[in-house]
């Protein structure tokens, strides 16, 4: 069985450029979450979905960022406009209710010059 | 804000060797997991602790909740190679789970 899949998994960009991430959770999961891992912070839940609906985006650090989930099987993160702070490892992560098991994808690393 | 407390930071030992990783929170845990993380990759779940005093083993890895529900610890017996990576512990409020800092293990051949 094919995990939680993102894209891109490495991605380089410049100060002021759009950064949109992917997000392919696993069939039947009806729980998505976005995370941010820094040395720094550590990780930090962003978003959290239910049954594709926001439930708590309490951690999105700005407006700057935003996250849709259109459907039960793609969700996207988008940073517009990027700046270097936001140079992090951004995990994916899906589950069956909010209590099970949480399977991460295996991150988009973003770098932003 | 609950935190979650993990030591040591960083843990280098040599193959054979046991070792023994910690998480700490002032205030209660309703439930707590472990996960391992290897380089380029995303944590992966290793336990699901819940109930005070319990104790779980998965193969050289034993996992116990302090009786107050407000501590828990990993201990890995007879290391190997294949136990390196970062170990986080996380609890679950709601649907939330927060993660501390993490032990970065390095096991050396």
């Known amino acids: 069985d094919a995990g939680v899949i993102q894209s891109p998994r490495h991605e380089v960009t410049e100060m002021g450029q759009e950064v949109t991430l992917r997000c392919k959770p696993i069939?039947?999961?009806?729980?998505l979450f976005w995370y941010r891992q820094t040395m720094m912070r550590g990780l930090e839940l962003l978003i959290y979905?239910?049954?594709?609906?926001?439930?708590?985006d309490s951690g999105m650090p700005e407006d700057r960022f935003s996250a849709k989930m259109p459907n039960a099987s793609f969700s996207t993160l988008k940073i517009q406009p990027s700046e270097p702070r936001d140079s992090a490892v951004y995990f994916c992560?899906?589950?069956?209710?909010?209590?099970?098991?949480?399977?991460f994808g295996e991150g988009s690393r973003l770098t932003v010059l | 804000t609950q935190l979650l407390e993990q030591s040591p930071q960083f843990l280098s030992i040599q193959e054979g060797e046991n070792l023994t990783v910690y998480c700490n929170s002032s205030?209660?845990?309703?439930?707590l997991q472990w996960y391992r993380q290897e380089p380029g990759e995303g944590p992966v779940l290793l336990v699901t602790?819940?109930?005070?005093?319990e104790v779980k083993k998965l193969k050289r890895l034993t996992f116990q909740f302090g009786d107050a529900r407000k501590d828990s610890s990993l201990h890995i017996t007879a290391a190997q190679p294949g136990d390196t990576g970062l170990y986080l512990c996380?609890?679950?409020?709601?649907?939330?789970?927060?993660f501390g800092a993490g032990t970065t293990v390095t096991v050396r051949a």
């Open positions: 992560a899906s589950s069956f209710g909010v209590a099970g098991e949480l399977f």
């Open positions: 069939s039947g999961h009806n729980s």
């Open positions: 979905f239910n049954n594709n609906v926001p439930i708590d």
């Open positions: 205030s209660v845990f309703s439930s």
């Open positions: 602790v819940v109930t005070g005093g």
């Open positions: 996380a609890r679950l409020n709601d649907y939330k789970l927060s």
